[in-house]
């Protein structure tokens, strides 16, 4: 059997900015790869399968997929977008993007397999991990699993406690059969967790349909069906406290369901099932039978014309702007200025002016917060105004005049460094509630002016910059705190991956003598470098290390608008 993926069908800077010009580029990579014959046929009728619904869904995903003649094997391409693109989602753009076609019959071994990554795109480890990273052949080898991410089976909560928990029953499904149905599946388990309620989901999907147990029914309290198509046998749940949604709405806002479905219960409120949105097509013998293993395929709808699976997912590394989001994509590397001669300190400890609110935004959950990230020093902010229209757009980080800092014990005084090479661009989006920002340092740059001491940083107990010659953040939201903006993201050094936030400011807007449009921003965090594998002089227990295990990151940042 074919590999569903492969590192020629990974797209790791995928430049559209629009779902039909995504849509082609992606499509063209299946081109290649000879998984499709016609590429504007097969293009046709993905649009017909786009036309029918938006794809997007909350937390930066896109999904479309598509059967079509045109295919020779079940086949996934994935691409990730450093702008982001509208694929209808209430919450902004989407940029992690996967694309799944298959012929018009396939093996039954792939539903199985598709529904596993559908459940995958609800861990935030697992998507956090396509933000990341930057080999197209890790990425393949990621998303068919082979990585080590394991996907939690879908059934029963964990066991009950002592005192009987709120039980619920729910069925999720789609037109699809895949994505939709075993996504919204696995938000509704995992909210049930979080609340202390007993949940139990059928997932009426193209691999399979499992009923519930009448005896798991009888003890429910309350019923939830998320569907797109008829649920069925729907009788079943008929005398019970429920809530009838779309789909989408048990993947988007679970706790609301469990809640407004509790709320129900408690009322006394019962409520027989509302009637199907779209009537279920029952399998035939003959050509329908063949269109619903399409489906199993995890890429069907209910014609031969159908869309393709995008999950857009934007990489999302945040430099926050008052009441907008910022994408900071890598694109410039260059040799850091000398430090400004200006007489301003490079590291200010002067007291904080807090900087306006941001709009709120439901929370990501990220990787392990890396243990010493507490508040950083305070930074003097620049009473500067901003036109925030003047910061749509995309900007270049300035090298020459922007610095990546670092402060680190040693003995009992201070040691500060530099790291010379870095690259970023900002691209300030028109949707307020998103940020995202990717950005890389050249750790072999580091520079503490003594090249004994930078040899011995670059070293395999330190940065080990011949294994690992480039450190990422990749932010995933940005909140506000006590006046602050804090910028949490994931910090990917010697590939050790760990949750770090970072105190932002926007120091002002404005323009230079050429004339040219500039930002300026300032930010700082503190991590363990221990928990990064730099383990050279870390502390032990009954004596004072050479070097400390906390380090400062200290960024003062410039960007150039580009017109």
């Not at 794809?55 to 059967?67: A, K, P, S, V």
């Not at 529904?115 to 935030?124: E, G, H, T, V, Y």
Request: proline residues 7%; aromatic residues 6%.
């Amino acid at each position: 059997m074919n590999e569903l993926i492969t590192s020629e069908l990974v797209d790791l800077e995928l430049s559209a900015r629009t779902t039909q010009t995504a849509s082609r580029s992606l499509a063209e990579r299946m081109v290649a790869a000879g998984r499709v014959t016609d590429l504007e046929g097969f293009l046709a009728d993905l649009a017909a399968r786009e036309a029918k619904t938006h794809t997007g869904l909350e937390g930066g995903m896109g999904i479309q997929h598509c059967r079509s003649k045109h295919v020779t094997a079940p086949t996934l391409a994935f691409g990730r977008s450093d702008y982001g693109i509208d694929f209808g989602a209430r919450d902004g753009p989407a940029d992690l993007i996967f694309l799944i076609a298959a012929p018009l019959g396939a093996d039954d071994d792939h539903p199985k397999v598709l529904s596993a990554l559908a459940r995958r795109l609800m861990d935030q480890e697992f998507t956090t991990a396509l933000r990341i990273g930057h080999d197209p052949a890790a990425v393949a080898t990621l998303i068919r699993g082979e990585a080590g991410l394991q996907t939690a089976a879908a059934g029963p909560a964990s066991p009950a406690p002592a005192s009987r928990p709120f039980r619920i029953v729910a069925v999720t499904s789609c037109a699809p059969g895949i994505a939709y149905t075993y996504m919204a599946a696995e938000s509704l388990q995992k909210a049930g967790e979080a609340n202390g309620v007993e949940l139990v989901v059928e997932t009426q999907g193209s691999a399979g349909f499992a009923r519930l147990d009448p005896a798991v029914i009888a003890a429910a309290d309350a019923v939830i069906l998320a569907h797109d198509v008829e649920v069925r046998e729907k009788a079943r749940f008929t005398g019970k406290p429920t809530v009838d949604v779309a789909v989408k709405a048990a993947i988007n806002r679970p706790a609301a369901l469990i809640a407004e479905v509790r709320a129900k219960a408690e009322r006394g409120e019962i409520t027989a099932p509302a009637g199907a949105r779209h009537p279920w097509t029952q399998p035939l013998p003959d050509f329908g039978t063949r269109l619903r293993k399409w489906l199993m395929t995890s890429v069907a709808s209910t014609s031969v014309a159908d869309g393709a699976v995008w999950l857009d997912t934007t990489v999302k590394v945040g430099l926050a702007l008052p009441g907008l989001v910022t994408a900071l994509r890598c694109r410039v590397r260059s040799q850091r200025s000398s430090p400004a001669a200006n007489g301003s300190p490079r590291y200010p400890t002067d007291p904080c002016r807090p900087p306006a609110p941001l709009p709120n935004r439901p929370p990501r959950p990220l990787l392990p917060r890396s243990s010493t990230n507490a508040p950083p020093m305070e930074s003097t902010m620049l009473a500067t105004p901003v036109d925030l229209d003047q910061l749509t757009g995309v900007w270049q980080i300035d090298p020459d005049h922007s610095e990546v800092g670092f402060c680190v014990r040693h003995l009992m005084t201070r040691l500060r460094g530099a790291f010379t090479r870095f690259c970023g661009t900002i691209t300030v989006g028109d949707n307020p509630l998103w940020s995202s920002v990717r950005a890389e340092i050249d750790t072999a740059s580091v520079d503490t002016r003594n090249s004994m001491r930078d040899k011995h940083l670059r070293a395999t107990n330190f940065l080990d910059s011949d294994n690992h010659p480039t450190a990422y953040f990749t932010s995933a939201r940005i909140r506000t705190k006590d006046g602050r903006y804090l910028v949490e993201g994931a910090l990917a050094i010697r590939g050790q991956v760990r949750r770090v936030t970072l105190d932002l400011f926007l120091l002002g807007v404005d323009a230079d003598v050429s004339g040219r449009t500039r930002a300026g921003f300032r930010a700082y965090t503190r991590i363990s470098r221990s928990e990064f594998g730099v383990t050279g002089h870390v502390p032990v227990a009954g004596r004072r290390a050479l070097i400390g295990d906390t380090v400062m990151l200290e960024l003062e940042i410039q960007a150039v608008k580009d017109h």
